[in-house]
Each structure stands twice: as structure tokens, then as C-alpha cells.
Nanobody, 123 residues
């Protein structure tokens, strides 16, 4: 079993930065691919970023490319989402998720989820 806890959300102004943190416990963290997803009110869950267990490959969705960065620290069982130049359209609940699958660029591969952290960006 894998438990995930997100932190770092909050209310910021457009142009500000935030760093989200996801702490994992349970089975071997370095074997897990980790992803960040977000869901805005009335919208479907969106795949934001992912990183392989070894950290040697990452995925960033086009809408945040150049502004968001995903990273991980396997010694701390933690994955991060650095969000820069935030925009009002980034407002959403951000979820951390994990998978042992090699198909880590597919939303459906993720079967462990955190409870989410709210990010609100004001204009």
C-alpha cells in the first residue's frame, strides 16, 4: 500500500510561484512513477506532470511547459512540483499520484492518490 500526502498549496497572485510537495510512505518509493494532476471546478482531471522512479525521465503537459517543473528526492520519499509564473487558469485542486506501471504517462495507470491541495491564483 502507498500513502500520499500533498502540501504547499495556497492563495497567490498571478506571476507568483509555489512549490507543491508530496510525501509518500509505504512500498519502495524509487520503484514508483509519480504524477501531478489537477482538477478545476466543473472540469475533468488534467494530467500535469510525471516523473519516473529513477528520476531520469519526466513529462510536462503543454499548458504548463516552461513554467512548471517536476522533481523527486528518493532519499526523502518526496516528489515536488515547482510552479512559476502562475496564472489564474492554474487554479485547481492539485493531486499527487503514484504507479508501479511503466506506462506512467497515462492517467489511467495511477492507482494511488493523495487527497489534494488547493491552489488559487488571483488576477
Amino acid at each position: 500500500q502507498v500513502q500520499l500526502v500533498e502540501s504547499g498549496g495556497g492563495l497567490v497572485q498571478a506571476g507568483d510561484s509555489l512549490r507543491l510537495t508530496c510525501a509518500a510512505s509505504g512500498r519502495s518509493f524509487s520503484s514508483l512513477a509519480m504524477g501531478w494532476f489537477r482538477q478545476a471546478p466543473g472540469k475533468e482531471r488534467e494530467f500535469v506532470a510525471a516523473i519516473r522512479g529513477s528520476g531520469d525521465d519526466t513529462y510536462i503537459t503543454d499548458s504548463v511547459e516552461g513554467r512548471f517543473t517536476i522533481s523527486r528526492d528518493n532519499a526523502k520519499n518526496t516528489v515536488y512540483l515547482q510552479m512559476n509564473s502562475l496564472k489564474p487558469q492554474d487554479t485547481a485542486i492539485y493531486y499527487c499520484a503514484a504507479t508501479f506501471s511503466s506506462y506512467y504517462r497515462l492517467l489511467g495507470s495511477y492507482n494511488y492518490w493523495g487527497q489534494g491541495t488547493q491552489v488559487t491564483v488571483s488576477s
